[in-house]
Structure formats: C-alpha cells, structure tokens
Nanobody
C-alpha cells in the first residue's frame, strides 16, 4: 500500500522554528523527487519545496532562505526545517512526490501566531 505520514506541526510565534517529518512507503516514491506542499482555506494547495533523489533542492520564493528541505535517503523520510516563521506560513503541510500522486496523507497543521 501507498502511505504518506506527516508530523512535526504545531503552534509557534512569529520568528520561531519547526521541523516537519514525512515518512513514505510504496514503490511509487522510490528515487522520486519529493516535495512539501501547503494549503490554507480558500486557496489551492501550493508547492513549497522539493528535493530530487540526488539532493537538488528548490523552493518557492516566499520561503527561500528560511526553509530547508532534506531527505535521509531517496524515498523513505523527508524533512522540512522551517525557520523565521511568519503568520502567512500558517497552513496544513503535506508531503508527496513531484509531480504529486493522488495518495495524499492527512497533513500536519502549522500555526504561526503572536
């Protein structure tokens, strides 16, 4: 079976940090480019960061310099270190491949509030 499980979200003040983790299973993710996405009410899910099997990372402009995506191997665990968090980073964060498979996990809530 295919499974994506996100964890590590929480409530932090602006300027704080969180580290998200994503465990994956299923052959569809082997050697795949993995990514973090986020979604807020009333908006489409957006790509935040991605990392290839070789370790090449890309970020959306709004998180460049603040977030770091990493993986411990090409397909099992993906991380997102989030620093200098802003209220506009508040969202449910999901991991998936890029392009995304339809098997979305539950996501993990990140709330940045003063």
């Amino acid at each position: 079976q295919v499974r994506l499980v996100e964890s590590g979200g929480g409530v932090v003040q602006p300027g704080g940090s969180l580290r998200l983790s994503c465990t994956t299973s299923g052959l569809v993710f082997k050697f795949a480019t993995m990514a973090w996405y986020r979604q807020v009410p009333g908006k489409e899910r957006e790509l935040v960061a991605s990392i290839s099997a070789s370790g090449t990372a890309d970020y959306v402009d709004s998180v460049q310099g603040r977030f770091v995506i990493s993986r411990n191997n090409p397909y099992t665990t993906v991380f997102l270190q989030m620093n200098s968090l802003k209220p506009e980073d508040t969202a449910v964060y999901y991991c998936n491949s890029r392009p995304a498979k339809p098997n979305w996990g539950r996501g993990t809530q990140v709330t940045v509030s003063s």
